[in-house]
Nanobody, 125 residues
Framework: QVQLVESGGGLVQAGGSLRLSCTAS????????MGWFRQAPGKEREFVAAISWTGYSTYYADSVKGRFTVSRDNAKNTVTVYLQMNSLKPEDTAVYYCTADENNVTVRLRGGIYWGQGTQVTVSS
């Protein structure tokens, strides 16, 4: 059974940091590109960051570049993807979703075939 499970969300003050984790299992996710999207209330889901299956290539939305860092740990049966979020702003408040796909471009453009349930991040001013 495929599972993507996000964790690490919460409430933080502006300027603070959070680290999100996404644990993926049920497929050989070590060969999948992984990404993060977010959706704020009343807004469409938007791309945040992505990482290639090797971990050598990373991609970021302009709004988070320089503040967020995506990384991954390719273990044998479980892959974990991290999103380190620094200098958080109130506009970063959203539900953050992890996604995975064999196609690197697909993950960045619209998200992958697999999605997690999301984790809430709230940044207070």
């Amino acid at each position: 059974q495929v599972q993507l499970v996000e964790s690490g969300g919460g409430l933080v003050q502006a300027g603070g940091s959070l680290r999100l984790s996404c644990t993926a299992s049920g497929r050989t996710f070590s060969s999948y590109a992984m990404g993060w999207f977010r959706q704020a209330p009343g807004k469409e889901r938007e791309f945040v960051a992505a990482i290639s299956w090797t971990g050598y290539s990373t991609y970021y939305a302009d709004s988070v570049k320089g503040r967020f860092t995506v990384s991954r740990d390719n273990a044998k049966n479980t892959v974990t993807v991290y999103l380190q979020m620094n200098s958080l702003k109130p506009e970063d408040t959203a539900v953050y979703y992890c996604t995975a796909d064999e196609n690197n471009v697909t993950v960045r453009l619209r998200g992958g075939i697999y999605w997690g349930q999301g984790t809430q991040v709230t940044v207070s001013s």
